[in-house]
């Protein structure tokens, strides 16, 4: 997830130059601001969703050991968290 939130941040410079470009007269062509809306709309979607669904995921609790993926008999045995021994 962590990648999307990267990805969206190297192109926003670039979103902003065009921007820039398209509305101070620089840049020919028609303006429309629908389409620059939409994908800005589409981005701040995209990443709330993201972190939404980050929110969702389970996690373990703070002092928990997190018990990574490992092979077992040729099968993969899913990550866990376990609960620590305080002794």
Known sequence: MIWVIRLCLFFLPFLLFWAWLRYSG????????????????????????????????????PGDQYIPAREENGKIVQGRFEKRNQE
């Not at 062509?29 to 929110?55: E, N």
């Open 26 to 61: 620089r840049l020919s062509g028609p303006r429309q601001i629908g389409l620059f809306a939409l994908v800005a709309g589409l981005l701040v979607a995209t990443l709330l969703g993201f972190g939404l669904a980050a929110s969702l995921t389970e996690s373990g609790a």
